[in-house]
């Protein structure tokens, strides 16, 4: 099973950034968290970065055919862009949101979350843990024959 882990704007930054909320570890330790968690699960993953929606965008339209779910973690591009909505809408990719950071504790800002429609589950505030736990929730309930949200 192929999985795409995508992050959004200044997730780059993880370590430099707001370590109270976001930790001390940096996005090269969050890649190889995920690799080491795909070696460990049989999956394959790719990791992304990008702080530009349209790029956001494009990589999910290219993942159609290729993978088989995709993890995200918007960064902040949650909580406005109707653009990547629509992107995971019309691959029907099974796809998991993560946050780092428990949003639903911090600002009124970020309580709503536009991606979380096209979502099969959510994790938030586990740190690093949630894109584990959204791989092995791929890898559970939509793996190979399993049926898609949109069907
Ligand atoms: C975040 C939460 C967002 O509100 C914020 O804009 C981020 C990171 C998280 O991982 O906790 O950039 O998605």
Same mark, same amino acid.
């Given at each position: ?17 707001? +370590? $109270?909320? /976001?930790?001390?570890? @940096?996005? %090269?330790? !969050? ?42 973690? +918007? $960064?902040? /591009?949650?909580?406005? @862009?109707? %653009?990547? !909505? ?43 843990? $949630? ?21």
């Amino acid at each position: 099973m192929k999985i795409l882990v995508i992050n959004g704007p200044n997730l780059n930054m993880l370590g430099k950034r707001e +370590p $109270g909320i /976001y930790g001390r570890e @940096s996005y %090269a330790d !969050l890649v190889e968290f995920i690799q080491r968690t795909a070696r460990e699960e049989g999956l394959e993953a790719e990791c992304f970065q990008s702080n530009h929606e349209g790029a956001l965008v494009d990589r999910i339209q290219e993942a159609l055919g290729v993978f088989d779910g995709i993890v995200i973690n +918007p $960064g902040a /591009y949650t909580h406005t @862009s109707i %653009a990547l !909505l629509d992107a995971v809408k019309a691959v029907n990719i099974p796809t998991v949101e993560v946050h780092i950071s428990d949003v639903t504790k911090r600002e009124e800002f970020r309580q709503v979350s536009y991606i979380r429609q096209a979502c099969v589950k959510t994790y938030m505030g586990l740190g690093f843990e $949630g894109y584990r736990q959204g791989m092995l929730y791929l890898k559970e309930h939509c793996g190979a024959g399993k049926p898609r949200a949109g069907d």
